[in-house]
């Protein structure tokens, strides 16, 4: 399954780690030399209409954690009223732990990211763009600040129009700093960060498409979703699909070449540009070098900590967006897999992930708030061999109670801790049992 031409990445080096001190970042000129923006030279021939046509068909699915498909969320976009600014934000807030692909792109390719925002801007009128980076990406900001300032001194953006007045629609584009706060991430509580407020995820909807931004009509999309685009229209819908797989169940495909962050128990963790579909234990083994030290793997974090865990005996599992369904995860997530070996105590993976979600919880909803707290301090109780048996139900009982698929919060991130807690237990009980004591039942209940 392995790729000839890396197609993210066709302008960089293969990276696994890289030294930040000689990092080779493409600058304007060495990306025009390979046919950079010449996917934005051909969508300005095109009407918006059908650039955006061209990325529905190609069912480019989301490449940030949900999977929902680019080209139909652009097509939500309701036609340019007149009254305002229309908005797109760019979201490298990639905060979810194990995820480091979109740092990649900003690192070694950031004008493959700003044409693929120019190209979004053109398809669907937008007139702002925002590039919300994570707090903590202080050399990545530099580097994609030189990239914008490099667009715009080419006429990329700005007032005088798209590739310097090929097309009078022009475009802004500004790189906005997060906090620092993971919830930042969730695409409202990004829009509520932008506009300088708490970063407090809003009631849905109306959805960003309809009231976004300041209150103006908005797409939210992910880098590495932006960074596909230009490739689409390049080469074509037939190209794009000709590479991934088909849904097991019927569904939505898969389909292109998805950047995976492997990290974990592998003797070669790095970033690795592979098909949507390849099996885990062919992206471990083949791209990492398989296991570190030889020893055998245990489970593994699928895409992200919210997506939960997979087992011992899914090691062969597909990376595609059907894994949710096959595999009893939340979903593909972002793709970036966190790899256990058998000596790992996922006991005290399960404690220390959910101290993550306790902590960055925005405190919004009461039930992430609370349970949040009380999966933390009854995880912490049982890898300390202090629970009991009731524990460990009241354990999964609060996992399942709460999150956006049970109607009780605003955002998804009590389903990810909801769903770390379910599938860490349940695909490794007997670990947890073996750390609880016995139910005590009084006496006089015990059934005479």
Known sequence: MKLSEPILTKRIPSFPHGDPKTRHIVGY??????DGYKALEKSLDMEPTQVVATVKDAILRG????????????????????KGLRYLCINCDEAEPGTFKDRLLVDFDPHLVLEGIAIACWACKLDVAYFFIRGEYHHQARVMERAIQEAYAAGIFGKQGLMRGKSKHAVECYLHRSAG???????????????????????????PAVKGVFGRPTIVNNVETLAA????????????KSIGVE????????????????????????????????????????????????????????????????????????????????????????ACPTIFDEDTDMVAVARNCARFFMNESCGQCTPCREGSGWIYKLLTRIERGD???ADLDLLLELGGSMGLSEGTTICGLADGNNWLVRTIVNKFRGEFERRVKPKFIPVHLVAR
């Open 63 to 82: 490449r940030g954690g949900a999977g929902f498909p680019a080209g139909l969320k652009w097509s939500f976009l309701a036609p340019d009223d007149g």
């Open 181 to 207: 706060a993971y919830i930042c991430g969730e695409e409202t509580g990004l829009l509520e960060a932008i506009e300088g407020k708490r970063g407090w995820p809003r009631v849905k909807p109306p959805f």
């Open 387 to 389: 629970a009991t048996s």
């Open 29 to 34: 000129d060495e990306f025009v030399k390979t």
């Open 247 to 334: 849904s097991s169940f019927g569904g939505m495909p898969s389909y292109g070449t998805k950047l995976m962050g492997v990290s974990g128990h592998v003797a070669r963790p790095g970033c690795f540009e592979a098909p949507l579909g390849i099996p885990l234990s062919t992206l471990v083994n083949e791209y990492c070098g398989g296991m570190r030290g030889g020893k055998k793997f245990k489970g593994a974090i699928a895409g992200g900590v919210s997506m939960g865990v997979l087992g011992t005996d899914q090691f062969d599992a597909a990376m595609d967006f059907d894994i949710g369904r096959r595999c009893d995860v939340l979903g593909l997530g972002t």
């Open 229 to 240: 685009v230009p490739d689409i229209l390049l080469r074509g819908v037939a190209w794009w």
